[in-house]
């Protein structure tokens, strides 16, 4: 299985990016798709998360600045961000939880300047 994520780049504060992440793996297989993010010298961290079913879930961090959808026929995630914070700077990586087992992928960085 891989997760191909692309979007990530350099932004200044107050300004917009979309993630996306591309998954070989059925979708019907897939459970829940989700974001994390690891700072420097920080712990990776849950950004947000969506379901099979469509429910979401955000960190209270991004709340009402970054929104997670996905496109079931294309097996892609994708993470509007907007409203970008310096805070926000770091490696971002799409996760899948899947009937077969869970996947990351190699990561994306997003940075903003402020």
């Known amino acids: 299985v891989q997760l191909v994520e692309s979007g990530g780049g350099l932004v200044q504060a107050g300004g917009s990016l979309r993630l996306s992440c591309a998954a070989s793996?059925?979708?019907?297989?897939?459970?829940?798709m989700a974001w994390y993010r690891q700072a420097p010298e920080k712990q990776r961290e849950l950004v947000a998360t969506?379901?099979?079913?469509?429910?979401?879930n955000y960190a209270d961090a991004v709340k009402g600045r970054f929104t997670i959808s996905r496109d079931n026929a294309k097996n892609t995630v994708y993470l509007q961000m907007n409203s970008l914070k310096p805070e926000d700077t770091a490696v971002y990586y799409c996760?899948?939880?899947?009937?077969?087992?869970?996947?990351w992928g190699k990561g994306t960085l997003v940075t903003v300047s402020s």
């Open positions: 996760k899948v939880d899947s009937v077969v087992g869970n996947y």
């Open positions: 793996i059925s979708v019907f297989s897939i459970n829940a």
């Open positions: 969506i379901t099979s079913g469509g429910s979401t």
